[in-house]
């Protein structure tokens, strides 16, 4: 290929990506999108590379979508970076993916403040490392007054242990009192959860083509669009992002009416 014709094959690329861009921007946009960013491993498995390889490029895709996700305006993105199954791996993958992750959100901190973006976690962050859990708890702690894109990152996470916190947390209130068996309702429910105040996902990503949602927002996904993508997540690019949306913004959504 000459340098004129990759030149204009960027090119087309770069005006259909905008062309796309243009058009999602004319439909109503997801509020909140939730991804289930699978395929590390096997990304770099393809490449005769070390899964942690795959990990650090996952992060890169993952920088990416939180760029996307504020340059197009969407409210709430969440990304499950590590299930409470996630500690069965092997001890050097777990512990790589635990210093990955707190560097990761030191590194971030600077361009999550600039852009206006606050910090959530979703899990259980008490039996986390403790490296993880300090750094994690500053970006909580240092975006909380932020009023633009919300990340909420899972970490430790289980949709079932989840509902056991809120659970238990729901019988302490009834059992000292505070709290009477009549006023639990699904809104009671919902606010026991750690997503409390944040509207359930419109659209739930899964890359890497398993249809499963492995524990993942199990209360939350009730009514949630799901699309599972072929593609590895560090393969996920603003383009695949928008792409995604633009499949949201296909369907329609019934919540079980007609
Ligand atoms: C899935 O790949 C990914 C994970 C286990 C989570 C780790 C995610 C990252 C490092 C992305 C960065 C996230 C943030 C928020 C900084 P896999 O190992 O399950 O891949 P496989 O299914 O191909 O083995």
Redesign the pocket.
């Known amino acids: 290929m000459t340098a004129d014709s990759t030149g204009s094959a960027a090119g087309a690329v770069a005006a259909d990506e905008a062309a796309l861009l243009e058009a999602i921007r004319q439909q109503p946009l997801p509020r909140h999108v939730a991804v289930i960013?699978?395929?590390?491993?096997?990304w770099a498995g393809l490449r005769g590379l070390p899964?942690v390889a795959?990990?650090r490029e996952?992060?890169r895709a993952?920088r990416s979508s939180v760029r996307t996700a504020g340059r197009l305006g969407i409210g709430y993105l969440t990304?499950y970076?590590?299930s409470s199954e996630?500690w069965s791996r092997p001890a050097a993958e777990v512990s790589f993916?635990m210093r990955?992750?707190e560097s990761?959100v030191e590194e971030e901190l600077p361009e999550l403040l600039d852009n206006n973006v606050r910090l959530r976690t979703l899990g259980d962050l008490a039996t986390l490392d403790q490296g993880v859990r300090r750094s994690v708890e500053r970006a909580v702690r240092a975006t909380e007054a932020n009023t633009g894109l919300t990340l909420q990152?899972a970490l430790n996470y289980g949709g079932r242990l989840e509902l056991v916190r809120a659970v238990r947390s729901i019988a302490a209130d009834v059992a000292r009192g505070t709290l009477t068996l009549e006023a639990i309702d699904e809104a009671c429910i919902a606010g026991a959860l750690d997503t409390a105040g944040v509207p359930d996902p419109d659209l739930l990503i899964r890359t890497?083509g398993e249809y499963r949602l492995s524990n993942f927002l199990l209360w939350q996904v009730a009514y949630t669009e799901l699309l599972v993508l072929p593609i590895l997540?560090p393969d996920f690019s603003p383009r695949e992002f928008y792409g995604a949306v633009a499949e949201y913004q296909r369907r329609t959504r019934r919540f079980g009416g007609l």
């Open positions: 960013m699978d395929g590390n491993g096997r899964r795959g990990h996952g992060v993952a990304l970076a590590f996630n993916l990955l992750l990761s990152i890497s997540w």
